[in-house]
């Protein structure tokens, strides 16, 4: 039985609190997401029931552990269709998996005079790895430009992207602008050139239906923090023919299959690239996750999203002195929305949405090369997720009036 969109904040038990003697109005989901009732009680399980290494041991508690950590990758093979469950590694989060394309596939295919393609708005997590590999190849690292609204520019892309092109790099939805780049369009620009395509997931693959085939991604990488699941827990997923080039970053545990005096040989995909003790409690927990998330369908949360987005949007619109970055129409955006009140430091702007119980995000969102594009320090975020609500986004327009008017005129 699947479940309801409308009564899901309740499976939300930190989400019943007060702060600052208001009620919690989470809008931070872009940085972590909440974690529901049953995500908490399995990790909580396995600890207390299973706890045990995984691939390792015949007893039964290894062989509860190991089943449990298999169909957690299972789980994620299938809710991002990819081709084979070999296709997803485990890793910390988005943040390493990106590491890893750069420092290991990277130089394989990357020599001096080749170029590496991002774009604007990426997060540091996608730009910082592909400057040290330019650095070390003596590549060039190129930039895609984007449209007054923040989207990006296909026709600067098509120029961008040529035969000189190794690795095209993107997010798949902004975590400042709320855009979501065409992945299938710009993979197949690469992909006519001889080149791969790296997707950032994630900011995407907990709002919306993702599909890594469709997309043609070459490698996809998304965190469990941001989709229900527990901190320390992210998938690479690459195409079977691609992580067989990789070569193993962490030698050790777990990934070996022989090890003599002189030479080691390793084990298969995904475990040769998973080296040490996993995160099990993490994966278990992500795969709890996955199983809530299908219950109420990606599609489902998605058009919420855009629901409380085409709420909010036009009321925010209408404060003076407001301006919103990324696209305008909640069409055309996630659930992110960006912003500024004229004359407020975004972090005094948060400070004072916060003594009204409302939690968003400020600062520069570890996209300082967006920032310096929109020719702002910083700036305020409110994100939305599956447990938001109208009330929500009422909250959010009253604080930001309330906090308006008291940096305005110094009364509440």
């Known amino acids: 039985m699947g479940k309801s969109l409308n009564t899901s904040r309740q499976d939300f038990p930190i989400l019943e609190q007060l702060v600052n003697d208001e009620p919690l109005v989470y809008l931070d989901n872009a940085a972590t997401t909440q974690k529901p009732q049953a995500v908490i009680d399995q990790i909580v399980s396995y600890y207390q029931h299973d706890n045990a290494n995984v691939h390792r041991g015949v007893h039964t508690l290894a062989e509860r552990a190991t089943a449990q950590y298999e169909a957690a990758r299972v789980k994620v093979q299938q809710f991002i269709n990819a081709a084979s469950s070999a296709e997803i590694v485990f890793t910390k989060g988005t943040t390493q998996s990106l590491n890893w394309i750069a420092g290991s596939f990277g130089p394989t295919v990357v020599q001096a005079g080749d170029e590496i393609v991002i774009s604007y708005m990426e997060h540091h997590s996608n730009l910082v790895p592909w400057q040290q590999l330019a650095k070390k190849t003596g590549a060039k690292l190129r930039y895609i430009d984007l449209l007054p609204d923040g989207q990006l520019d296909l026709d600067a892309a098509k120029q961008v992207i040529g035969p000189r092109t190794k690795i095209v790099s993107l997010a798949h939805a902004s975590n400042v602008l709320g855009v979501v780049n065409p992945v299938k369009t710009i993979a197949a620009l690469v992909h006519v050139q001889g080149g791969y395509m790296v997707v950032d997931g994630a900011q995407a693959v907990p709002h919306m239906p993702v599909d890594v085939q469709a997309l043609d991604a070459d490698f996809y990488a998304f965190s469990g923090h ?187």
Not at 227 to 243: E, F, R, S
Not at 271 to 297: F, V
Not at 364 to 384: D, E, G, K, Y
Not at 391 to 408: G, R, T, Y
């Open 226 to 412: 941001k989709m229900l699941g527990p901190t320390g827990i992210g998938v690479l997923y690459g195409k079977q023919a691609l992580l067989e080039q990789l070569s193993p970053v962490e030698y050790g545990g777990e990934m070996i299959d022989f090890v003599g005096l002189q030479e080691s040989t390793f084990k298969e995909l995904p475990w040769r690239l998973e080296g040490g003790t996993p995160n099990i409690a993490g994966a278990i927990g992500l795969g709890a996750a996955i199983d809530y998330l299908n219950q109420i369908g990606m599609t489902n949360i998605q058009a919420h999203e855009q629901a409380l987005v085409a709420e909010a949007l036009p009321a925010l619109q209408a404060i003076d002195g407001l301006t919103i970055y990324g696209p305008q129409e909640a069409s055309q955006r996630t659930g992110v929305i960006a912003f500024n009140l004229d004359n407020l430091h975004p972090h005094d702007l948060a400070t004072a949405l916060d003594m009204e119980g409302v939690a968003v995000r400020a600062g520069h969102h570890c996209a300082q090369p967006l920032m310096q594009w929109l020719n702002v320090a910083a700036t305020a975020r409110a994100s939305f997720y599956l447990y938001n609500t109208s009330e929500d986004v009422q909250a959010l327009v009253a604080a930001i009036q309330a906090a308006k008017e008291f940096f305005q005129n110094g009364t509440l």
